[in-house]
């Protein structure tokens, strides 16, 4: 991987997580489209905010 890539790829998780901070639903989305984790987040959202933070943070961290 070249450094313009892995630079590419760090700032594109960057503003993944900061997206996951705002709307964690939102984040996983870019991360991993209209999947299983999409609607868990959603879930996970809707019973309390920090749930679906940690989670969205955890699908966009294990790449």
Known sequence: MS??????STLGDFIKVMFSV???PVGVFFEVGL???FWLNIVL???GYFP???HA???IARK
């Open 3 to 8: 450094m313009t890539t892995q630079r590419d």
């Open 22 to 24: 705002l709307l964690p």
């Open 35 to 37: 999947g299983l984790h």
């Open 45 to 47: 959202t809707l019973l």
């Open 52 to 54: 679906g933070v940690i």
């Open 57 to 59: 943070v955890y699908i």
